[in-house]
């Protein structure tokens, strides 16, 4: 658990960069895989639902990843303030 609080934290105070949130945001992710990995193993249930959570969290990267690209083509860095929703 304090993995997860450290990545949370991490994920809250960074918000200057978007590469470095998709980083908190996969490691924490991970922590979350970790913890599910093991209390399913705890409880002998099967991993099966362990290996759908992580192929979720595969696509999340690559859809992340996509993102940071294609915002770096548009505005030429990854800053928060550059970017705008409107």
């Given at each position: 658990?304090?993995?997860f609080i450290?990545?949370?934290f991490c994920f809250v105070s960074n918000r200057k960069h978007l590469l470095s949130m998709l980083l908190?945001?996969?490691f924490i992710v991970l922590v979350l895989f970790f913890l599910m990995f093991i209390y399913l193993n705890l409880l002998n249930?099967?991993?099966y639902f362990s290996m759908m959570f992580l192929t979720f969290s595969v696509c999340e990267g690559a859809l992340g990843l996509s993102i940071l690209v294609s915002m770096i083509r548009t505005h030429g860095n990854d800053y928060f303030q550059s970017f705008s929703i409107m």
């Open positions: 658990m304090i993995l450290f990545g949370l908190s945001l996969e249930y099967e991993n």
